[in-house]
T-cell receptor, first 113, second 110 residues
Framework: NAGVTQTPKFQVLKTGQSMTLQCAQD?????MYWYRQDPGMGLRLIYY???????DKGEVPNGYNVSRLNKREFSLRLESAAPSQTSVYFC????????????FGSGTQLSVL | SQQGEEDPQALSIQEGENATMNCSYK?????LQWYRQNSGRGLVHLIL?????REKHSGRLRVTLDTSKKSSSLLITASRAADTASYFC??????????FGGGTRVLVKP
């Protein structure tokens, strides 16, 4: 089983460019999450989707949008990238209840110049 | 921010020794979880302890929870070089959000 798969693994953007980070899970999990991790800090929740068809803001949603395309896929979009969005982005999924025993992808390292 | 704090920020021990790290949090919790992150990888769930539990074991891991002090500790016994990683506590309060602490970097020297 692949678990949680994120693409791309690395990306460099210029300020103002847009991009979409893709995430897919093959564990039939209901909930999916996007976190960012900055050096020396823990993970901060950007958005999450408790179930297919729903999305909710996390701690740091500004500058991001998400789409829960189906039960398997949850994408994160940066409409106009800013240097402050340079970070490592992690997608995660979990069964139920929401917010317990998360399974993480291997991350996307994003640099915005 | 509800982000908890972990102590120490970094820990260096010899293989075979025990490693203890602590986590303090600020709100009433439903449960507290511990995760491990190896360098350059995603986080891996280790153990979950609920607010009505005081201690939990999983292999060489022992987690305690003191809700009166709003703190938890993770003990790794008989550490191995493969235990070298960052360890994060994460608190789940009422609702759906899981909030992570800043982590403890553990180095186990062979």
């Amino acid at each position: 089983n692949a678990g949680v798969t994120q693409t791309p693994k690395f990306q460099v953007l210029k300020t103002g460019q847009s991009m979409t980070l893709q995430c897919a899970q093959d564990m039939n999990h209901n909930s999916m999450y996007w976190y960012r991790q900055d050096p020396g800090m823990g993970l901060r929740l950007i958005y999450y989707s408790a179930s297919e068809g729903t999305t909710d803001k996390g701690e740091v949603p500004n500058g991001y949008n998400v789409s829960r395309l189906n039960k398997r896929e949850f994408s994160l979009r940066l409409e106009s990238a800013a240097p402050s969005q340079t970070s490592v982005y992690f997608c995660a999924s979990s069964l139920t209840p929401v917010g317990e025993k998360l399974f993480f992808g291997s991350g996307t390292q994003l640099s915005v110049l | 921010s509800q982000q908890g704090e972990e102590d120490p920020q970094a820990l260096s021990i010899q293989e075979g020794e025990n490693a203890t790290m602590n986590c303090s949090y600020k709100t009433s919790i439903n449960n507290l979880q511990w995760y491990r992150q190896n360098s350059g990888r995603g986080l891996v769930h280790l153990i979950l302890i609920r607010s009505n539990e005081r201690e939990k074991h999983s292999g060489r891991l022992r987690v305690t929870l003191d809700t009166s002090k709003k703190s938890s500790s993770l003990l790794i016994t008989a550490s191995r070089a493969a235990d070298t990683a960052s360890y994060f506590c994460a608190e789940k309060a009422a609702g759906n959000k899981l909030t992570f602490g800043g982590g403890t970097r553990v180095l186990v020297k062979p």
